[in-house]
Every structure is written in structure tokens, then in C-alpha cells.
């Protein structure tokens, strides 16, 4: 069963920079969709950007487009989320996730997504 450990969260000032990692053990990654999802608490858990196996397609939830980028190293096993221009409403608890297969049409729904890592934290002050 695959593990997922996320890194690089942290606490910046707005306009700030972060860069998230999540490591992959257990199997490769390669042939599955990958993805960031974010949550505040007492709020749902929202998707903010997948990536495709081959990171042919990447798709951005309209918040972020623009100012984040998904990447993947498949040799690596490593998924990553660039974010740049943060604002404070991007403060939240960041989850890498594995889909289990290519990736869905449609939105992002978590409750869909197979394997989760334990998150990190972002906060942006203002």
C-alpha cells in the first residue's frame, strides 16, 4: 500500500513563495493520477490542482490558476506544488493524494481519491 509523507509547508507573508513535496514509498506512482487538495477546518476539503501519469494534462481549481504549478518526477516518485503570489485565504492543511488509476473528469472530489498522505500546514499573513 502506497505511503505518501508531504513537506515544505510553513508560514509566509503575503506575496510569499512555498514549495510542497510529497514522497511517495511502497509503489510507484507513475501510472496513477496525483493531486493537492486543501482544507480549513469546518470547511470541505477542496482540490486545488491534479496532475496526470504522464503530466500531459494538469488542471487548476480557478483560485489558484496562475499562481501555483503541479509537477511530478516519476523516476523520483516525488509529486510537488509550486505556489507562488500567496494570499491569506491559501492558509489551510495541504494533502497530497493518489487517485488509483488515471486521472477523472470533473471536479475534484475527495472522498474519490484512494491514498492520502498526513498534510501540512500553510499559513498566509497578511
Known amino acids: 500500500q502506497v505511503q505518501l509523507v508531504e513537506s515544505g509547508g510553513g508560514s509566509v507573508q503575503t506575496g510569499g513563495s512555498l514549495r510542497l513535496s510529497c514522497v511517495a514509498s511502497?509503489?510507484?506512482?507513475?501510472?496513477?493520477?496525483m493531486g493537492w487538495f486543501r482544507q480549513v477546518a469546518g470547511k470541505e476539503r477542496e482540490g486545488v490542482a491534479r496532475?496526470?501519469?504522464?503530466?500531459?494534462?494538469?488542471y487548476y481549481h480557478e483560485s489558484v490558476k496562475g499562481r501555483f504549478t503541479i509537477s511530478r518526477d516519476n523516476n523520483e516518485n516525488t509529486l510537488y506544488l509550486q505556489m507562488n503570489s500567496l494570499i491569506p485565504e491559501d492558509t489551510a492543511m495541504y494533502y497530497c493524494?493518489?487517485?488509483?488509476?488515471?486521472?477523472?473528469?470533473?471536479?475534484?472530489?475527495?472522498?474519490?481519491?484512494?491514498?492520502w498522505g498526513q498534510g501540512t500546514q500553510v499559513t498566509v499573513s497578511s
Open positions: 493524494a493518489l487517485y488509483g488509476g488515471g486521472c477523472p473528469d470533473g471536479p475534484m472530489v475527495w472522498r474519490k481519491w484512494r491514498f
Open positions: 511502497e509503489e510507484p506512482i507513475g501510472t496513477y493520477c
Open positions: 496532475i496526470w501519469p504522464d503530466s500531459s494534462i494538469k
